[in-house]
């Protein structure tokens, strides 16, 4: 990837969270912190306004919008690709949401491109062994995390074959043998609980809020409690 290339890369980043740091651009291209650097020198003093926070990283100042963004060949393919996964995951609320985003990025690309996406649409196509476990909840899930809104669930335990009804907390979701799972902190039992999404019976987004930890990391959790 050419200088102007990345650089236009790394705008297009910055827009893609509220704040980037430079570790990340690094790590993006395989570039030295000092480049990053030098980058984003170039783009202040083009005239974009990026900000910094000391310690935390760069940002675009608010208000400050890129035009619409072109969408290449290869990153068309690689949405097809994800349509497939998608289309066998299991939670239904996901591949609608999918299916929405896929239509809107496929009325932007150009026409040649169209036709090459309806070809390999046609030629794709993923193998899943086993059952698949069905859900509704993940869509409502995520907003709840982002928002950090308390979940009322009626609940079936597979272990006990019984149904209760819960109030938790959910911090993380993550996909494993062929099921959803959502990592909660349950207020019934006090404790962190996983919640499969297919043994939900029903679920309701309340508007009551809980204290979102920012010390929860998944992949720690991963470590200390599925080993």
């Not at 932007?108 to 086993?130: C, F, H, M, P, W």
């Amino acid at each position: 990837m050419n200088r102007l290339s990345r650089i236009t890369a790394i705008l297009i980043q910055l827009q893609s969270k509220r704040i980037i740091t430079a570790k990340e651009i690094a790590q993006r291209f395989e570039i030295s912190l000092r480049t990053v650097y030098r980058d984003i020198k170039t783009l202040q003093e083009a005239g974009v306004p990026i900000g910094a926070e000391n310690g935390v990283g760069y940002y675009l100042v608010r208000g400050y919008t890129l035009p619409p963004v072109a969408v290449t060949e290869e990153e068309a393919n690689a949405l097809i690709i994800s349509e497939q996964f998608i289309k066998r995951q299991g939670d239904r609320s996901l591949t609608k949401n999918f299916e929405s985003l896929l239509f809107k990025i496929k009325s932007i690309v150009k026409s040649y491109q169209k036709d090459n996406i309806a070809l390999l649409e046609k030629r794709t196509d993923t193998v899943v062994k086993g059952r698949v476990y069905e859900s509704d909840w993940l869509s409502d899930i995520q907003k709840a995390i982002a928002h950090a809104f308390i979940l009322a669930i009626t609940y079936h335990s597979a272990n006990k074959d019984e149904i209760t009804n819960r109030k938790i907390e959910p911090l993380a979701i993550y996909f494993t043998n062929n099921a959803w799972i959502v990592i909660a902190h349950c207020q019934f039992r006090n404790d962190l609980r996983e919640f499969r999404l297919d043994r939900i019976q029903q679920l309701q987004v309340t508007q009551e809020t809980f204290e979102l930890p920012v010390e929860f990391d998944i992949q720690k959790y991963f470590k200390r409690f599925q080993t």
